[in-house]
Protein backbone atom coordinates (compact mmCIF):
# COMPACT_ATOMS: atom_id res chain seq x y z
CA UNK A 1 0.00 0.00 0.00
CA UNK A 2 1.20 3.36 -0.79
CA UNK A 3 1.49 6.36 1.65
CA UNK A 4 -1.26 8.53 0.58
CA UNK A 5 -4.98 7.73 0.13
CA UNK A 6 -7.31 7.61 -3.04
CA UNK A 7 -10.54 8.25 -0.30
CA UNK A 8 -13.29 5.66 -0.29
CA UNK A 9 -15.38 4.34 -2.96
CA UNK A 10 -18.37 3.14 -2.92
CA UNK A 11 -17.84 -0.47 -2.99
CA UNK A 12 -15.37 0.27 -0.03
CA UNK A 13 -17.81 0.89 2.80
CA UNK A 14 -19.81 -2.00 4.64
CA UNK A 15 -23.26 -1.78 6.80
CA UNK A 16 -21.83 -1.46 10.24
CA UNK A 17 -18.53 -0.26 9.73
CA UNK A 18 -17.52 2.24 12.28
CA UNK A 19 -14.98 4.89 11.36
CA UNK A 20 -12.76 7.49 13.95
CA UNK A 21 -12.39 10.26 12.06
CA UNK A 22 -9.30 12.58 11.91
CA UNK A 23 -8.48 15.62 12.82
CA UNK A 24 -9.61 16.95 16.48
CA UNK A 25 -10.12 20.57 16.12
CA UNK A 26 -10.21 23.35 18.80
CA UNK A 27 -13.09 26.04 17.70
CA UNK A 28 -11.69 29.39 18.43
CA UNK A 29 -12.60 33.11 17.86
CA UNK A 30 -10.83 33.42 14.73
CA UNK A 31 -13.05 30.71 13.38
CA UNK A 32 -16.08 32.66 14.60
CA UNK A 33 -14.67 36.27 12.77
CA UNK A 34 -13.78 34.14 9.95
CA UNK A 35 -17.40 32.25 9.04
CA UNK A 36 -19.34 36.03 10.23
CA UNK A 37 -16.80 37.91 7.78
CA UNK A 38 -18.59 34.96 5.17
CA UNK A 39 -21.85 34.54 6.08
CA UNK A 40 -23.10 37.92 7.76
CA UNK A 41 -24.78 36.18 10.64
CA UNK A 42 -26.21 38.72 13.01
CA UNK A 43 -27.79 36.71 15.51
CA UNK A 44 -27.50 38.34 18.90
CA UNK A 45 -26.84 35.21 21.18
CA UNK A 46 -23.81 33.96 18.52
CA UNK A 47 -22.29 37.46 18.19
CA UNK A 48 -22.05 39.46 21.52
CA UNK A 49 -20.69 38.06 25.12
CA UNK A 50 -22.11 40.13 26.95
CA UNK A 51 -25.94 39.45 25.49
CA UNK A 52 -25.35 35.51 25.84
CA UNK A 53 -24.18 35.62 29.46
CA UNK A 54 -26.95 38.19 30.21
CA UNK A 55 -29.54 35.41 29.01
CA UNK A 56 -27.59 32.28 30.79
CA UNK A 57 -25.09 31.51 28.47
CA UNK A 58 -21.60 30.94 29.68
CA UNK A 59 -20.30 33.38 26.53
CA UNK A 60 -21.41 34.07 23.14
CA UNK A 61 -21.34 29.69 21.85
CA UNK A 62 -19.92 28.77 18.47
CA UNK A 63 -23.05 29.18 15.80
CA UNK A 64 -24.89 26.05 15.65
CA UNK A 65 -24.42 25.86 11.52
CA UNK A 66 -20.42 26.22 12.19
CA UNK A 67 -20.46 22.96 14.33
CA UNK A 68 -22.29 21.43 12.01
CA UNK A 69 -19.87 22.59 9.18
CA UNK A 70 -16.49 21.70 11.55
CA UNK A 71 -18.26 18.34 12.22
CA UNK A 72 -19.01 17.21 8.66
CA UNK A 73 -15.93 18.12 7.32
CA UNK A 74 -14.15 15.53 9.81
CA UNK A 75 -15.93 13.20 7.94
CA UNK A 76 -15.43 13.82 4.33
CA UNK A 77 -11.83 12.88 3.72
CA UNK A 78 -13.52 9.14 5.00
CA UNK A 79 -17.19 9.21 3.20
CA UNK A 80 -17.35 11.56 0.92
CA UNK A 81 -13.86 12.32 -0.69
CA UNK A 82 -15.11 10.71 -3.64
CA UNK A 83 -18.85 12.22 -3.79
CA UNK A 84 -21.06 12.91 -6.84
CA UNK A 85 -23.16 15.25 -4.20
CA UNK A 86 -24.28 14.99 -0.80
CA UNK A 87 -28.02 14.54 -1.10
CA UNK A 88 -29.65 15.04 2.52
CA UNK A 89 -29.86 15.01 6.10
CA UNK A 90 -32.47 13.52 9.01
CA UNK A 91 -32.43 13.44 12.60
CA UNK A 92 -29.88 16.08 13.01
CA UNK A 93 -29.50 17.18 16.69
CA UNK A 94 -27.54 19.83 18.80
CA UNK A 95 -26.75 18.06 22.22
CA UNK A 96 -24.42 20.51 23.85
CA UNK A 97 -23.36 24.31 23.38
CA UNK A 98 -20.09 24.73 21.78
CA UNK A 99 -17.54 27.33 22.83
CA UNK A 100 -14.66 28.62 22.09
CA UNK A 101 -12.12 26.71 23.25
CA UNK A 102 -13.49 23.40 23.12
CA UNK A 103 -12.11 20.25 20.72
CA UNK A 104 -14.44 19.04 18.31
CA UNK A 105 -13.81 14.70 17.43
CA UNK A 106 -16.30 13.15 14.93
CA UNK A 107 -17.34 9.36 14.29
CA UNK A 108 -19.00 7.62 11.73
CA UNK A 109 -21.41 4.45 11.68
CA UNK A 110 -22.47 3.37 8.11
CA UNK A 111 -25.95 2.59 8.58
CA UNK A 112 -27.15 1.91 4.72
CA UNK A 113 -25.83 1.13 1.35
CA UNK A 114 -27.60 1.42 -2.06
CA UNK A 115 -25.91 1.14 -5.31
CA UNK A 116 -27.78 3.44 -8.22
CA UNK A 117 -29.10 1.69 -11.73
CA UNK A 118 -25.76 2.98 -13.61
CA UNK A 119 -23.71 1.18 -11.47
CA UNK A 120 -21.38 3.72 -11.84
CA UNK A 121 -22.32 5.49 -8.23
CA UNK A 122 -24.39 5.09 -4.80
CA UNK A 123 -25.67 6.04 -1.75
CA UNK A 124 -23.99 5.80 1.04
CA UNK A 125 -25.70 6.88 4.74
CA UNK A 126 -23.89 7.12 7.45
CA UNK A 127 -25.04 8.62 11.23
CA UNK A 128 -22.34 10.68 12.94
CA UNK A 129 -21.71 11.65 16.54
CA UNK A 130 -19.65 14.93 17.36
CA UNK A 131 -17.83 15.07 20.56
CA UNK A 132 -16.20 17.39 22.21
CA UNK A 133 -12.56 17.03 24.69
CA UNK A 134 -14.61 15.58 27.56
CA UNK A 135 -16.45 12.98 25.43
CA UNK A 136 -19.44 14.59 25.37
CA UNK A 137 -21.69 14.32 22.20
CA UNK A 138 -22.68 17.77 20.59
CA UNK A 139 -24.41 16.93 17.55
CA UNK A 140 -25.77 13.87 15.94
CA UNK A 141 -27.07 13.72 12.72
CA UNK A 142 -27.74 11.14 9.79
CA UNK A 143 -26.62 12.12 6.32
CA UNK A 144 -26.76 10.21 3.10
CA UNK A 145 -23.95 10.98 -0.13
CA UNK A 146 -23.84 9.65 -3.94
CA UNK A 147 -20.36 8.26 -4.02
CA UNK A 148 -18.32 7.17 -7.15
CA UNK A 149 -17.18 3.71 -7.70
CA UNK A 150 -14.00 3.12 -8.20
CA UNK A 151 -14.43 -0.36 -10.34
CA UNK A 152 -18.00 0.02 -11.87
CA UNK A 153 -17.58 -4.07 -12.03
CA UNK A 154 -17.46 -4.05 -8.43
CA UNK A 155 -20.49 -6.33 -6.09
CA UNK A 156 -22.46 -3.81 -4.49
CA UNK A 157 -21.35 -4.12 -0.76
CA UNK A 158 -24.54 -3.95 0.74
CA UNK A 159 -28.28 -3.09 0.05
CA UNK A 160 -30.24 -1.76 2.69
CA UNK A 161 -31.75 1.80 3.14
CA UNK A 162 -32.56 2.80 6.66
CA UNK A 163 -35.52 4.03 7.55
CA UNK A 164 -35.07 7.15 8.85
CA UNK A 165 -36.97 10.12 11.13
CA UNK A 166 -39.21 12.56 9.52
CA UNK A 167 -39.52 15.11 12.51
CA UNK A 168 -37.88 14.71 15.89
CA UNK A 169 -40.53 15.02 18.68
CA UNK A 170 -40.31 18.37 20.25
CA UNK A 171 -40.07 16.65 23.96
CA UNK A 172 -36.09 15.83 22.92
CA UNK A 173 -35.18 19.52 21.71
CA UNK A 174 -33.64 22.25 23.98
CA UNK A 175 -30.61 19.98 25.48
CA UNK A 176 -27.90 22.61 23.71
CA UNK A 177 -29.84 25.52 24.92
CA UNK A 178 -29.63 26.62 29.05
CA UNK A 179 -32.76 28.47 30.97
CA UNK A 180 -32.84 31.55 29.24
CA UNK A 181 -33.71 34.67 31.66
CA UNK A 182 -36.21 36.41 29.08
CA UNK A 183 -36.57 39.26 30.99
CA UNK A 184 -32.74 39.99 30.52
CA UNK A 185 -33.59 39.31 26.48
CA UNK A 186 -32.96 42.86 24.89
CA UNK A 187 -35.34 42.90 22.20
CA UNK A 188 -33.85 45.62 20.52
CA UNK A 189 -30.35 44.68 20.74
CA UNK A 190 -31.59 41.30 18.89
CA UNK A 191 -33.14 42.98 16.64
CA UNK A 192 -36.82 41.94 16.35
CA UNK A 193 -39.72 42.66 18.84
CA UNK A 194 -41.84 39.07 17.75
CA UNK A 195 -41.37 36.38 20.01
CA UNK A 196 -43.04 32.92 19.66
CA UNK A 197 -46.68 33.32 20.28
CA UNK A 198 -46.12 36.24 17.68
CA UNK A 199 -45.48 33.79 14.68
CA UNK A 200 -48.62 31.02 13.38
CA UNK A 201 -48.94 28.33 11.98
CA UNK A 202 -48.74 28.64 7.74
CA UNK A 203 -47.46 32.07 8.27
CA UNK A 204 -44.62 32.78 5.31
CA UNK A 205 -41.84 34.91 6.00
CA UNK A 206 -40.01 36.37 2.62
CA UNK A 207 -36.59 37.14 3.84
CA UNK A 208 -36.03 39.33 1.29
CA UNK A 209 -32.27 39.89 0.54
CA UNK A 210 -30.00 38.16 -1.72
CA UNK A 211 -26.38 37.46 -1.38
CA UNK A 212 -24.09 36.29 -4.42
CA UNK A 213 -21.81 33.85 -4.24
CA UNK A 214 -18.26 34.48 -4.99
CA UNK A 215 -15.60 31.77 -6.69
CA UNK A 216 -13.01 32.56 -3.57
CA UNK A 217 -15.62 32.99 -0.63
CA UNK A 218 -17.00 29.38 -1.04
CA UNK A 219 -13.82 27.85 -0.99
CA UNK A 220 -12.79 29.67 2.01
CA UNK A 221 -15.89 28.63 3.84
CA UNK A 222 -15.23 24.98 2.83
CA UNK A 223 -11.96 25.22 3.47
CA UNK A 224 -12.19 26.64 6.86
CA UNK A 225 -14.26 23.10 7.42
CA UNK A 226 -11.16 21.34 6.47
CA UNK A 227 -13.52 19.60 3.98
CA UNK A 228 -11.18 18.02 1.09
CA UNK A 229 -14.18 16.59 -0.93
CA UNK A 230 -12.71 17.42 -4.45
CA UNK A 231 -15.55 18.69 -6.07
CA UNK A 232 -15.58 22.06 -4.63
CA UNK A 233 -11.81 22.72 -4.96
CA UNK A 234 -10.52 21.10 -7.89
CA UNK A 235 -11.31 22.65 -11.16
CA UNK A 236 -8.78 20.54 -13.66
CA UNK A 237 -10.42 17.70 -12.42
CA UNK A 238 -14.41 18.84 -12.02
CA UNK A 239 -14.16 19.91 -15.81
CA UNK A 240 -14.00 16.56 -16.48
CA UNK A 241 -17.29 15.90 -14.72
CA UNK A 242 -21.07 16.05 -14.67
CA UNK A 243 -21.01 19.54 -14.01
CA UNK A 244 -18.05 21.04 -15.59
CA UNK A 245 -17.15 23.27 -12.81
CA UNK A 246 -16.61 23.19 -9.02
CA UNK A 247 -19.76 22.65 -7.03
CA UNK A 248 -20.86 25.10 -4.24
CA UNK A 249 -20.20 22.58 -1.01
CA UNK A 250 -24.42 22.23 0.27
CA UNK A 251 -23.73 22.98 3.83
CA UNK A 252 -22.66 26.76 1.84
CA UNK A 253 -26.10 27.65 0.82
CA UNK A 254 -27.53 26.27 4.32
CA UNK A 255 -25.23 28.90 5.99
CA UNK A 256 -26.12 31.27 3.67
CA UNK A 257 -30.14 30.66 4.29
CA UNK A 258 -29.57 30.56 7.56
CA UNK A 259 -28.12 34.47 7.79
CA UNK A 260 -31.17 35.94 5.48
CA UNK A 261 -33.66 34.27 7.99
CA UNK A 262 -32.45 36.92 10.51
CA UNK A 263 -34.54 39.45 8.45
CA UNK A 264 -37.88 37.75 9.95
CA UNK A 265 -36.72 35.35 12.58
CA UNK A 266 -34.07 37.65 14.28
CA UNK A 267 -34.82 36.21 17.91
CA UNK A 268 -35.02 32.39 16.77
CA UNK A 269 -31.36 32.14 17.99
CA UNK A 270 -30.68 28.53 18.30
CA UNK A 271 -30.89 25.57 16.01
CA UNK A 272 -32.22 22.57 18.37
CA UNK A 273 -32.54 20.11 15.70
CA UNK A 274 -32.88 19.13 11.56
CA UNK A 275 -35.64 17.25 10.82
CA UNK A 276 -34.44 16.91 7.10
CA UNK A 277 -32.76 18.30 4.38
CA UNK A 278 -32.89 18.15 0.50
CA UNK A 279 -29.82 19.77 -1.67
CA UNK A 280 -32.39 19.71 -4.14
CA UNK A 281 -30.11 21.58 -7.08
CA UNK A 282 -26.12 22.52 -7.37
CA UNK A 283 -25.51 25.74 -6.75
CA UNK A 284 -22.13 27.54 -9.00
CA UNK A 285 -20.09 30.82 -7.84
CA UNK A 286 -21.91 33.89 -9.42
CA UNK A 287 -25.62 32.68 -8.27
CA UNK A 288 -27.42 34.54 -5.73
CA UNK A 289 -29.14 33.02 -2.98
CA UNK A 290 -32.67 34.24 -1.54
CA UNK A 291 -34.50 32.31 1.11
CA UNK A 292 -37.99 32.43 2.54
CA UNK A 293 -39.42 30.11 5.36
CA UNK A 294 -42.98 28.50 6.49
CA UNK A 295 -44.06 28.50 10.09
CA UNK A 296 -44.90 24.34 9.86
CA UNK A 297 -45.50 23.35 13.66
CA UNK A 298 -44.95 25.19 17.29
CA UNK A 299 -44.38 23.55 19.84
CA UNK A 300 -43.71 24.08 23.92
CA UNK A 301 -40.77 22.67 25.91
CA UNK A 302 -41.64 20.51 28.41
CA UNK A 303 -40.76 21.67 31.83
CA UNK A 304 -39.77 24.89 30.23
CA UNK A 305 -41.36 28.49 29.70
CA UNK A 306 -38.73 30.25 28.46
CA UNK A 307 -38.40 29.06 25.12
CA UNK A 308 -40.77 27.30 22.44
CA UNK A 309 -39.81 25.83 19.47
CA UNK A 310 -40.72 27.03 15.75
CA UNK A 311 -40.66 23.83 13.47
CA UNK A 312 -39.47 25.46 10.21
CA UNK A 313 -39.34 24.86 6.57
CA UNK A 314 -36.42 27.36 4.40
CA UNK A 315 -36.34 27.25 1.18
CA UNK A 316 -33.33 28.74 -0.45
CA UNK A 317 -33.32 29.63 -4.11
CA UNK A 318 -30.93 30.41 -7.17
CA UNK A 319 -31.40 33.90 -8.69
CA UNK A 320 -34.51 33.96 -7.79
CA UNK A 321 -36.61 36.80 -5.30
CA UNK A 322 -38.88 34.90 -2.35
CA UNK A 323 -41.84 37.32 -2.85
CA UNK A 324 -44.02 34.68 -4.62
CA UNK A 325 -42.79 31.94 -1.90
CA UNK A 326 -41.30 29.71 -4.74
CA UNK A 327 -41.55 25.08 -3.79
CA UNK A 328 -43.11 23.49 -6.38
CA UNK A 329 -44.04 23.27 -9.88
CA UNK A 330 -46.88 20.65 -9.76
CA UNK A 331 -45.15 17.48 -8.51
CA UNK A 332 -42.19 19.18 -9.23
CA UNK A 333 -39.62 21.52 -7.22
CA UNK A 334 -39.42 24.65 -8.78
CA UNK A 335 -36.39 25.34 -11.08
CA UNK A 336 -35.11 28.05 -8.87
CA UNK A 337 -35.00 26.08 -5.69
CA UNK A 338 -32.11 24.54 -4.48
CA UNK A 339 -32.35 23.68 -0.77
CA UNK A 340 -35.05 22.66 1.80
CA UNK A 341 -34.50 22.45 4.88
CA UNK A 342 -36.81 21.57 8.07
CA UNK A 343 -35.77 21.84 11.48
CA UNK A 344 -36.67 23.29 14.77
CA UNK A 345 -35.96 26.87 15.97
CA UNK A 346 -35.78 27.89 19.47
CA UNK A 347 -37.27 30.99 20.71
CA UNK A 348 -37.98 33.60 23.18
CA UNK A 349 -41.41 33.52 24.85
Keep these: MGKTSPGNHFEDFRIGQVIRHATPRTVTVGDVALYTGLFGGRFAVQSSDEFAKAIGYQRSPIDDFLVFHIIFGKTVPDVSLNAVA ?18 LSALSEVIGLKENSSRK ?97 HQIATR ?32 LARALTFNGLANAFHIAAINGGRHVAPLFAGGTVFAWSEVLAKAELSGRSDVGALRLRTIATKDHPCADFPQKNGDDDHPAVILDLDYWALIPR
Design 86 to 103: NLGYAGCYFRKPVYPGDT
Design 224 to 255: LYQNTARIHFDLYGAKKGRFGNRLIYGGHVIS
Design 121 to 217: TGIVYVRTTGTNQDGAAVLEYVRWVMVRKGNEAAAAPGDHVPRLPTVLDPKVLGEACPPIDVADYDFALAGSPHRFGDYQVGEKIDHVDGLTVEETE
